[in-house]
């Protein structure tokens, strides 16, 4: 199936042709007018929003300090809405992709400048992107209630080159070594996939409500959620390593509290992952195989990496209708600097 690119009116009377044109030097990070670039040096923050609000935002704050600047894609675009549920951000060569999984489309984005650059649409509560060899990949929760689907993005087109249906709702899928691993967050399932040919290979039993999958020490690992209680069987969460033919290694329960984990990502150097639990901010070394608090009353609600230094970036729970706060942390949990987002500041990206 091939995408459908809508364009603003800033766009208006551009042919097909010259938009692709234009994502090609995106991602191949070109420069041409060697305009200054004002969205570099910093933190791109993904602000989810309020569901069924419109109210999602992108932000951006300056490694060097000053004022953390609102709705960087508005200000940009003329007063352009970004959507409805931020779900997550990636980043790309030249290109941001802002993935609204309540207005079912992903926006593409100038990464250093936010000008618009198109979408992708025809898509069904979209998730999260990941990186392979032969594309991009998108997870959808298609519906509520059945299975998902991922899809494949051709990295220099931007279009859809097709789908492959995986379990319900599928999240948080990792790219490495030419397969995607895909967490069926309402099952005990791990979609194993092939890039090429694209196609699924198997269903591997996990834990309960899988969250998420990471590359660790030349290792995959998965996130368990665990059932939470509303289910009426609550069950822990866990973290499994699987091997390369998709058996499980290696497994450590999180039993410590009546909570459920959710959200990972890899350290810098990718021997740890980080995660919530309960609000905190936990490490698993997956060298050591071993799990522990990083971050005490972190109070987070997203979570991402500085791949420049290691920091953590924390998303800070709030109430969906008012601005929330990122904190920074370096690698071993000490606090370094606090400053107001927007609503519900849940994803990240470094524009170095």
């Not at 234009?22 to 041409?32: R, S």
């Amino acid at each position: 199936m091939k995408t459908k690119i809508k364009l603003n009116a800033l766009h208006q009377g551009l042919t097909i042709a010259l938009v692709l044109s234009a994502l090609w030097g995106c991602f191949n990070g070109e420069n041409p007018d060697g305009e200054n670039l004002p969205y570099e040096q910093g933190y791109v923050i993904g602000n989810e929003g309020a569901f069924g609000s419109s109210n999602a935002s992108i932000g951006f704050k300056a490694f060097s300090g000053g004022t953390y600047q609102a709705d960087v894609v508005g200000a940009a675009n003329q007063g352009f809405i970004t959507g409805d549920v931020l779900q997550s951000l990636f980043a790309s060569d030249s290109l941001l992709f802002a993935v609204l999984n309540n207005s079912n489309r992903v926006l593409l984005l100038d990464r250093y400048r936010m000008k618009y650059k198109g979408e992708i649409s025809n898509l069904a509560l979209p998730r999260y992107l990941a990186k392979g060899q032969q594309g991009l990949y998108l997870s959808e929760w298609v519906t509520f209630s059945g299975n998902g689907r991922v899809q494949k993005i051709n990295s220099a087109t931007a279009q859809l080159e097709g789908s492959v249906e995986v379990g319900a709702l599928p999240e948080q899928l990792l790219a490495y070594q030419g397969k995607i691993y895909v967490p069926n967050s309402y099952e005990n399932t791990v979609s194993v996939l092939t890039e090429s040919p694209f196609a699924k290979t198997a269903d591997v039993v996990v834990g309960d409500y899988p969250q998420a999958c990471v590359a660790l020490n030349g290792s995959v690992w998965v996130l368990n959620g665990g059932k939470p209680d509303w289910t009426g069987s609550f069950s822990y969460g866990s973290w499994m390593k699987l091997s390369m033919q998709g058996q499980i290694m290696t497994e450590i329960s999180l039993n410590q509290a009546q909570i459920n984990p959710n959200r990972a990502v890899a350290s810098a150097d990718g021997r740890y992952a980080y995660f919530l639990f309960g609000g905190d901010v936990w490490f698993l070394d997956a060298q050591l195989e071993t799990v522990g608090v990083l971050i005490s009353g972190a109070n987070g609600y997203g979570l991402g990496v500085d791949s420049r230094n290691g920091d953590i970036l924390v998303g800070e729970a709030g109430d969906f209708s008012s601005a929330s706060d990122v904190a920074i942390y370096n690698s071993q949990g000490q606090f370094q600097k606090r400053f107001a987002a927007g609503i519900a500041p849940s994803s990240f990206a470094i524009n170095p």
